[in-house]
T-cell receptor
Framework: SAVISQKPSRDICQRGTSLTIQCQVD?????MFWYRQQPGQSLTLIATANQGSEATYESGFVIDKFPISRPNLTFSTLTVSNMSPEDSSIYLCSVDRDNRQRGTEAFFGQGTRLTVV | AQSVSQHNHHVILSEAASLELGCNYS??????LFWYVQYPGQHLQLLLKYFSGDPLVKGIKGFEAEFIKSKFSFNLRKPSVQWSDTAEYFCAVNARTGGFKTIFGAGTRLFVKA
């Protein structure tokens, strides 16, 4: 398993501002993933962050809105920029084992509950 | 594009009833399959997973799932549900062809009447 720590656990932000969410993993991993879970909905993948390269964004998500950093193999940040109430969601960091042959189940952080007012 | 479909969005059962939640995926090739559960106000927990071998997988809390490759399905079952099984259940898939991104279904909200 993997232990994933996310900060902050929750925040209330004013529209138009930005929030950076941090994700720390207790072991080195190649791939880190950022998800969003909007109220009452499933998890939607925002992007995949690999160390040493730019993040790969899913359809509907862009770097200007959700810039991601991945400075090393145990840490990543997701910024939610120029926030609007529609960005109110739980944001989750997830990691996979460093096993390109098989992968493994996704391990999740506790999530960051963001409310934009 | 890779996708995961869950057939039931809402299910209401009485205690002791049997449960089956449908899940189909659209990947080709080798897949890893999962069921996650999210209890009210809590975070995602892994119920069970399939990587290879016996297609009938047993998980926690009496849940099991069967991988049927020919049907691209991974249905979740429990012979007798309890009130405490009230939760949302998510089917998820990842695959090498998808870069091992885990893609989730829309979820099934289960309510068990006491």
């Amino acid at each position: 398993s993997a232990v994933i720590s996310q900060k902050p656990s929750r925040d209330i932000c004013q529209r138009g501002t930005s929030l950076t969410i941090q994700c720390q993993v207790d072991s080195q991993v190649t791939m880190m993933f950022w998800y969003r879970q909007q109220p009452g909905q499933s998890l939607t993948l925002i992007a995949t962050a690999n160390q040493g390269s730019e993040a790969t964004y899913e359809s509907g998500f862009v770097i200007d809105k959700f810039p991601i950093s991945r400075p090393n193999l145990t840490f990543s940040t997701l910024t939610v920029s120029n926030m609007s109430p529609e960005d109110s969601s739980i944001y989750l960091c997830s990691v996979d084992r460093d096993n390109r042959q098989r992968g493994t189940e996704a391990f999740f952080g506790q999530g960051t509950r963001l409310t934009v007012v | 594009a890779q996708s995961v479909s869950q057939h039931n969005h809402h299910v209401i059962l009485s205690e002791a009833a049997s449960l089956e939640l449908g899940c189909n995926y659209s990947y080709g090739g080798t897949v890893n399959l999962f069921w996650y559960v999210q209890y009210p106000g809590q975070h995602l927990q892994l119920l069970l997973k399939y990587f290879s071998g016996d297609p009938l997988v047993k998980g926690i809390k009496g849940f099991e799932a069967e991988f049927i490759k020919s049907k691209f399905s991974f249905n979740l079952r429990k012979p007798s549900v309890q009130w405490s099984d009230t939760a949302e259940y998510f089917c998820a898939v990842n695959a090498r062809t998808g870069g091992f991104k885990t893609i989730f279904g829309a979820g099934t909200r289960l309510f068990v009447k006491a």
